[in-house]
């Protein structure tokens, strides 16, 4: 099978610029955002982890965590059925370019690695409040999740579907969201998620309600002189009440160019 053969009306590649990894998107769905490559830099998953990706939507965060090696299997949980196999086939994609490269004579050991961690990717369709009676309990070593961040009751609303899902609380809450998290975490797991500083402290409440106990976090400011408008947060699944705070993470030198904390997250020199 070829790239063309993979790809649907609308779709376009899209390179990830780690490792050779591409994805499948589609302008007329939710496309991923630097949030989401915050999060999967952000997040301390190892290369042995098993991690789920709550409302996973392109696929993106497994692909990165796939091709950075901070797992050794990823699944992505995705409520609508169109985005999930999309997702889908962007992991057929890389699936089909790594066997291809470890053919090769040259091929490295980093590609035979990387061809058996995204053999172990899959994206699965459902729905994260389904997840307690869909799952077995604690079979994952880390969650993670970039949710929506907007109460159903609150904002303006995209008419496209795909961004209402993606921004607002209308197919399922922060505390379900959280439910499921718990629900799948292993004692000492970790949850890490990305969200709106705004919502902090309903944040915290939550996840101590389910015994996810906030760890460590970061702010995301646009520009050293303005104020967050993201914040980076894990939790432990059991751990004890002590939360470290990071330095901020600026995005924006004032010219305009990216800091050398946001290139280093992308892989670029």
């Known amino acids: 099978m070829n790239e063309a053969e993979l790809l649907r009306e609308g779709e376009r590649i899209d390179d990830l610029e780690v490792h050779g990894f591409r994805i499948i998107q589609n302008p007329s769905f939710f496309c991923f955002g630097m949030d989401a490559v915050l999060l999967s830099g952000f997040a301390r998953t190892r290369k042995k982890d098993r991690v789920m990706d709550l409302g996973t939507g392109t696929g993106i965060i497994p692909l990165l965590?796939?091709?950075?090696?901070?797992?050794?299997?990823?699944?992505?949980?995705?409520?609508?059925?169109?985005?999930?196999?999309?997702?889908?086939?962007?992991?057929?994609?890389?699936?089909?370019?790594?066997?291809?490269?470890?053919?090769?004579?040259?091929?490295?050991?980093?590609?035979?690695?990387?061809?058996?961690?995204?053999?172990?990717?899959?994206?699965?369709?459902?729905?994260?409040?389904?997840?307690?009676?869909?799952?077995?309990?604690?079979?994952?070593?880390?969650?993670?999740?970039?949710?929506?961040?907007i109460k159903q009751t609150s904002g303006l609303h995209n008419d496209e579907t795909a961004y209402n899902l993606a921004r607002h609380e209308i197919a399922v809450s922060w505390e379900e969201i959280?439910?499921?998290?718990?629900?799948?975490?292993?004692?000492?797991g970790t949850f890490t998620i990305v969200h709106k500083p705004f919502r902090l402290p309903e944040l915290m409440q939550v996840l101590q309600k389910y015994r996810l106990e906030p760890k460590r976090m970061q702010m995301v400011q646009p520009y050293a002189d303005k104020e967050p408008n993201m914040v980076l947060l894990e939790a432990v699944q059991g751990g004890g009440p002590q939360l470290t705070v990071l330095p901020a993470l600026v995005v924006y030198n004032p010219d305009g160019s990216y800091t050398r904390q946001v290139l280093d997250i992308y892989g670029k020199p």
Not at 71 to 83: F, P, T, Y
Not at 124 to 132: F, K, S, Y
Not at 178 to 188: D, T, W
Request: glycine letters at 6%.
């Open 178 to 188: 959280v439910r499921a998290a718990a629900h799948l975490l292993k004692p000492g």
């Open 65 to 149: 965590l796939t091709a950075k090696g901070k797992c050794s299997a990823c699944d992505g949980l995705e409520l609508q059925e169109a985005v999930a196999k999309m997702a889908g086939r962007s992991v057929q994609l890389n699936q089909i370019r790594l066997a291809e490269e470890s053919k090769k004579p040259v091929a490295s050991e980093e590609t035979k690695a990387l061809l058996e961690a995204a053999s172990r990717l899959r994206i699965l369709q459902g729905d994260i409040r389904e997840v307690p009676d869909r799952f077995p309990k604690a079979e994952y070593d880390a969650v993670t999740c970039n949710p929506p961040y």
